[in-house]
């Protein structure tokens, strides 16, 4: 298992071969939503990437433990401690409960992720619910000297942790730089310095979301949530840390000045970040008001849709860009994608009914070796899906009979498609693996024989009304001599 795979450690700012502190056991945290809103394409790429490594981690045969968290408080408007909690402004706003809000919006997320065919993470923790850490946390950053109270709020000291540690390490930050770029907000008088952050805010009168603590009755910080769920399940120290780009700072690096603070160590040995969903070379978030959540990509409901997508389609649409590059959103590249995913489709169902010959003969494809290769350099996975596209050509090759299969060969790449297809890259296969599809390849054998037996009768009015009213549903249906085949376009 160790010293295959590397990783792009965005902590280091380099490849680095891929070694657990405790192997075969990886622990793994990645930064999950802030449940006030439908989640959007953003937020789905975020989580088909470490869905794809969490999966890829299990091939190798690592036992995984994957912690992504539900933020449901203590996230405010703003990022530098200013504003109204974000779950808190929509409950008041749809005259509701915070956690009423909270729970809406965290079960519609996890229908999104089903039929994104996401793995459930191992352990998914509320914020909410671990108050009590987050105070102890606070208690022994106050007691190693890097935190102070002022007002019933408490702060980090940032200039303190930077004279013996390197703050900004991870975003390539420096105080300097947080001074010139750091603007007077309301309220920020409490703080020493611009660049503090709050561990504890102290709530206002109007505040629904609060809790007693030592110092006032109020809320956790946003950033404090991660360092203490991630320290209670996965230790002071762990393998992976995930989540987007964005969060890079102020997030990802004030959880590391936390975790350091209070356990006098780096909380994680590898940081990897996916970058963002672009719309016309913008981010696509809420804050922007240009993003699609991924109900309107399923339904087709949005201005700017062309059709309706295929959660299967937007997975794959995803997995063609390297998690590390931008992806830009656009009709024309969502479409490609899905007739790329309907030839690879295709082609996967051929495979168990190809004849097979004494020998192999033609250009079949390494498969196997090739994606291991692929998923190995930092979880390449368009690359994983180009070896994909060699053993499509190959297939078609066998079954249009320019190429022959031995029976051994077949069952290889049978089982090196599947892994990678459907275990790695997690790919659904809808039409082959339900009590629906079932049914629905059942009607279709049922339609076809008809539609032969009206052929066999020089019916060709029936015979054409068949193939016609078929295609209006999008279905393809090829005549061929070894009988018909179908396919949904």
Not at 130 to 156: D, P
Not at 163 to 186: F, H, K, M, W
Not at 259 to 278: E, F, R, V
Not at 431 to 459: F, P
Request: proline content about 4%; aromatic content about 8%; some cysteine.
């Amino acid at each position: 298992m160790e010293g295959t795979l590397k990783v792009y450690n965005t902590l280091s700012r380099q490849f680095e071969v891929f070694e657990p502190i405790r192997p075969p056991h990886v622990g793994m945290y990645v930064c999950g939503p802030t449940v006030y809103g439908e989640a959007h394409l953003g937020h789905a790429r975020s989580a088909i990437t470490f869905d794809v490594i969490f999966r890829y981690l299990r091939l190798l045969n690592y036992k995984v433990r994957y912690v992504r968290n539900i933020t449901d408080v203590g996230h405010l408007e703003n990022d530098a401690d200013e504003g109204e909690d974000k779950i808190g402004k929509k409950a008041r706003v749809e005259s509701l409960e915070p956690m009423e809000v909270a729970q809406h919006f965290n079960n519609s997320y996890h229908q999104d992720m089903q039929m994104l065919n996401l793995l459930l993470p191992s352990i998914e923790p509320l914020a909410s619910g671990h108050i009590i850490e987050q105070i102890e946390m606070i208690r022994k950053i106050l007691k190693a000297g890097y935190a102070y109270e002022k007002n019933g709020s408490v702060y980090f000291n940032v200039k303190k942790y930077a004279a013996s540690n390197p703050y900004g390490s991870l975003s390539g930050r420096v105080l300097e730089d947080l001074l010139s770029q750091t603007r007077d907000l309301q309220g920020q008088d409490e703080k020493a310095f611009q660049g503090d952050f709050a561990l504890w805010i102290k709530a206002k009168p109007e505040h629904i979301m609060r809790w007693p603590s030592p110092w006032s009755d109020g809320f956790p910080g946003w950033h404090l949530e991660c360092s203490s769920m991630s320290t209670k399940y996965l230790g002071e120290q762990f393998d992976i840390h995930g989540g987007g780009m964005d969060l890079l700072y102020p997030h990802h690096e004030n959880e590391i000045a936390q975790s350091t603070a209070c356990n006098g160590q780096s909380p994680a040995k590898y940081w990897l970040h996916n970058n963002m969903i672009t719309v016309n070379g913008q981010k696509m978030g809420k804050s922007l008001g240009n993003f699609i959540t991924l109900k309107e990509l399923f339904s087709g409901d949005h201005a700017k849709l062309e059709q309706a997508y295929h959660p299967m389609t937007i997975r794959f649409f995803i997995l063609q860009a390297h998690y590390r590059s931008t992806l830009d959103f656009s009709n024309e590249a969502l479409q490609a994608a899905e007739k790329g995913l309907a030839k690879l489709m295709e082609a996967w169902h051929k495979l168990p009914d190809l004849r097979v010959s004494d020998k192999t003969e033609g250009d079949l494809p390494r498969l196997e070796e090739k994606a291991r290769a692929a998923m190995n350099e930092d979880f390449n996975t368009p690359m994983v899906i180009s070896a994909m596209f060699d053993a499509v050509r190959f297939i078609n090759s066998v079954n249009d009979g320019h190429a022959s299969v031995s029976e051994a060969d077949k069952q290889t790449l049978m089982q090196s498609m599947g892994s990678f297809l459907l275990d790695v890259l997690g790919m659904r296969d809808d039409l082959h693996s339900s009590d629906g599809a079932s049914l629905t390849g059942g009607l279709m054998e049922l339609i076809i024989a008809l539609r032969k037996q009206a052929r066999d009768q020089k019916d060709f009015s029936t015979s054409d009304r068949i193939r016609d009213d078929l295609a209006s549903l999008r279905v393809t249906i090829k005549d061929t001599k070894d009988g018909t085949s179908w396919r949904v376009e």
